[in-house]
C-alpha cells in the first residue's frame, strides 16, 4: 500500500476543512478567556489613561484671615480615581471647618475609573463652599473629567491635562447579540462622558469629541486656556489660594 505524501495530505480537502475549524475554535476560545469586563455596562466604564495607583488625601489646609476674602480650605487629592475615591474626597470635604469662602481641590491624578469620577463630581457640586480646582502635574482621563466639574478649573504652568474615549475589556460573551450590546453600551457611555467634559470648551460637542476620537489628547496650559478646558493658569496651587484669598 502507498502511503499519501505530507503534500496529498495537506492538500485534501477534508484537511483543510478541519483545519479551518480547528483555527475558529481556537480564537474563540482565546477571546472568551479575556479579563472580565470593566465596561460592560455604563457604571463600569473607564477612561484610558496612564497607570493609576491609590487615592489618597495628601493634605488638608486652611488659610486665610476671617475677613476679606475669608478662609480658603486647600485640599490636596493625589492618585488615581478608584472605587472608594468619592467616600476619600467626602471624607475630606466634610472635616473641613464651615464658615469658608472657598475650597481648593489640587488634583495630580492619572485618572481611572469613571463612575467614581462622576461620584466626586456631584460632591464637588454639593460641597459647603465653591470649589476651585487646580491641576498640579496632572489631570488625565477620568480627572478631566473631576476638573471639568469644578465652578472655577485652573491648571499650573508644570501641568498636562489628557482627554480620550472610555475603554473597557470585553465581558467574554462572544455571540454577535453579546459584542452589539457592548459596542452600543461603550457609544452611550462616551456620549454621556462627552456631553459632561466638552461642554464648557470653546468649541461644540462634535469638535470636542474629534479631537480625541482618533488618538488621546494631550492638553498643555496655552492650549487649554485657549480652547476653555481651564479658566485661568497659574504658576503654583499657592498662588491660586492667595488669589481667592486677597
Same mark, same amino acid.
Given at each position: 500500500?502507498?502511503?499519501?505524501?505530507?503534500?496529498?495530505?495537506?492538500?485534501?480537502?477534508?484537511?483543510?476543512?478541519?483545519?479551518?475549524?480547528?483555527?475558529?475554535?481556537?480564537?474563540?476560545?482565546?477571546?472568551?478567556?479575556?479579563?472580565?469586563?470593566?465596561?460592560?455596562?455604563?457604571?463600569?466604564?473607564?477612561?484610558?489613561?496612564?497607570?493609576?495607583?491609590?487615592?489618597?488625601?495628601?493634605?488638608?489646609?486652611?488659610?486665610?484671615?476671617?475677613?476679606?476674602?475669608?478662609?480658603?480650605?486647600?485640599?490636596?487629592?493625589?492618585?488615581?480615581?478608584?472605587?472608594?475615591?468619592?467616600?476619600?474626597?467626602?471624607?475630606?470635604?466634610?472635616?473641613?471647618?464651615?464658615?469658608?469662602?472657598?475650597?481648593?481641590?489640587?488634583?495630580?491624578?492619572?485618572?481611572?475609573?469613571?463612575? /467614581?469620577?462622576?461620584?466626586?463630581?456631584? *460632591? =464637588?457640586? %454639593?460641597?459647603? +463652599?465653591? &470649589?476651585?480646582?487646580?491641576?498640579?502635574?496632572?489631570?488625565?482621563?477620568?480627572?478631566?473629567?473631576?476638573?471639568?466639574?469644578?465652578?472655577?478649573?485652573?491648571?499650573?504652568?508644570?501641568?498636562?491635562?489628557?482627554?480620550?474615549?472610555?475603554?473597557?475589556?470585553?465581558?467574554?460573551?462572544?455571540?454577535?447579540?453579546?459584542?452589539?450590546?457592548?459596542?452600543?453600551?461603550?457609544?452611550?457611555?462616551?456620549?454621556?462622558?462627552?456631553?459632561?467634559?466638552?461642554?464648557?470648551?470653546?468649541?461644540?460637542?462634535?469638535?470636542?469629541?474629534?479631537?480625541?476620537?482618533?488618538?488621546?489628547?494631550?492638553?498643555?496650559?496655552?492650549?487649554?486656556? /485657549?480652547?476653555?478646558?481651564?479658566?485661568? *493658569? =497659574?504658576? %503654583?496651587?499657592? +498662588?491660586? &489660594?492667595?488669589?481667592?484669598?486677597?
Amino acid at each position: 500500500m502507498v502511503r499519501p505524501s505530507l503534500r496529498d495530505v495537506l492538500s485534501n480537502p477534508l484537511v483543510l476543512l478541519c483545519a479551518e475549524v480547528l483555527f475558529f475554535v481556537c480564537v474563540v476560545w482565546a477571546l472568551s478567556g479575556c479579563v472580565a469586563p470593566q465596561c460592560c455596562t455604563p457604571t463600569q466604564a473607564e477612561p484610558r489613561g496612564p497607570v493609576v495607583s491609590a487615592p489618597r488625601i495628601v493634605d488638608v489646609t486652611v488659610q486665610g484671615a476671617t475677613g476679606a476674602g475669608g478662609q480658603v480650605a486647600v485640599v490636596t487629592y493625589a492618585g488615581g480615581i478608584e472605587d472608594g475615591s468619592t467616600q476619600v474626597l467626602r471624607a475630606a470635604f466634610e472635616s473641613l471647618p464651615p464658615g469658608l469662602s472657598a475650597i481648593v481641590l489640587v488634583l495630580d491624578s492619572p485618572g481611572g475609573v469613571l463612575h /467614581e469620577a462622576r461620584g466626586m463630581a456631584r *460632591v =464637588v457640586e %454639593t460641597a459647603p +463652599a465653591p &470649589v476651585a480646582c487646580v491641576a498640579d502635574g496632572l489631570a488625565a482621563s477620568a480627572a478631566f473629567y473631576l476638573l471639568q466639574a469644578c465652578p472655577l478649573r485652573a491648571m499650573t504652568e508644570r501641568s498636562q491635562l489628557l482627554v480620550h474615549e472610555a475603554y473597557g475589556s470585553r465581558s467574554g460573551r462572544s455571540g454577535t447579540r453579546e459584542l452589539e450590546s457592548e459596542l452600543e453600551a461603550m457609544r452611550s457611555v462616551n456620549q454621556a462622558m462627552a456631553a459632561h467634559q466638552c461642554r464648557r470648551l470653546t468649541m461644540t460637542l462634535a469638535e470636542c469629541q474629534a479631537r480625541y476620537a482618533q488618538r488621546d489628547w494631550w492638553v498643555l496650559p496655552a492650549e487649554a486656556l /485657549e480652547v476653555g478646558a481651564v479658566d485661568l *493658569v =497659574v504658576p %503654583t496651587p499657592s +498662588a491660586l &489660594v492667595v488669589l481667592l484669598v486677597e
